[in-house]
């Protein structure tokens, strides 16, 4: 009686059994070699935000005011030569600023009068220069235009200062483009924002705040805020950070 070739003996039934396990053999080899697959675990659930109360009708609030000040040309100044504010003499930009708004207590132009007296002071004859309240500039591109803006500080009594920044147009006019005063733990410059460090008003906590120019107003805004913890014994920075 001839056999069929397909008919599967009983001697041969193992061998069927072998070859699958001996092909496989070499693929769980390589799981557990460098660069094999690994399993990372289990993926934990991604919870976006819920929304509470959906139901509810929300409040209507307009548009808040943008912060900052509006920017404002220095007058009584001469014309800056292609856009270079480092031609500029910080103090007799300070001075100009004050005889363009003599007697402001209040604003970003306020001013106490015993400050205004010492700025006017600065840079005469008999003045000790350290008694002029207004600092060192610094100097960095906020604008995004590849040309520098002054940054001025003008020391205030009660460890209060004013804070400013000034830019040039084509024109060669000297436009101011930020000022704030605030009792201020230190400044500071990070890329193109120009950073102010407060008391938030809440014992060992401090209020960050980040000035950034906005195309649209043509100044410097506060753009973010942020509340953060001082840690124990940290000690207080010089009040300018940057590279003038």
Request: glycine fraction near 10%; include cysteine; charged fraction near 20%.
């Amino acid at each position: 009686m001839k056999t069929s070739p397909f008919r599967t003996t009983a001697a041969t039934r193992p061998l069927l059994w072998i070859l699958p396990a001996l092909l496989a053999l070499p693929l769980l080899a390589g799981c557990g070699e460098a660069g094999g697959l690994a399993a990372a675990g289990p993926t934990p659930t991604a919870n976006g935000p819920v929304h509470l109360w959906p139901d509810r009708r929300p409040a209507s609030v307009p548009p808040p005011d943008p912060g900052g000040a509006p920017p404002e040309y220095v007058p009584g100044l001469p014309a800056v030569r292609n856009q270079n504010v480092h031609e500029v003499d910080p103090i007799a930009l300070v001075q100009a600023e004050l005889r363009s708004r003599p007697g402001t207590y209040s604003g970003a132009d306020g001013m106490p009068q015993e400050t205004a007296a010492a700025v006017a002071a600065c840079g005469k004859d008999g003045q000790d220069p350290a008694k002029c309240p207004v600092l060192t500039p610094y100097y960095r591109d906020l604008t995004g235009n590849g040309r520098d803006e002054l940054i001025a500080g003008i020391e205030l009594p009660d460890r209060m200062m004013s804070v400013r920044v000034y830019t040039a147009d084509p024109d060669g006019r000297l436009n101011r483009i930020m000022a704030t005063t605030q009792t201020v733990i230190a400044v500071e410059l990070a890329g193109q924002d120009v950073v102010l460090r407060v008391p938030s008003g809440n014992d060992g906590y401090e209020l960050i705040t980040a000035w950034s120019w906005d195309e649209k107003q043509r100044s410097m805004l506060p753009t973010r805020e942020q509340i953060v913890r001082v840690p124990a014994g940290a000690q207080t920075p010089p009040s300018v950070t940057g590279a003038p």
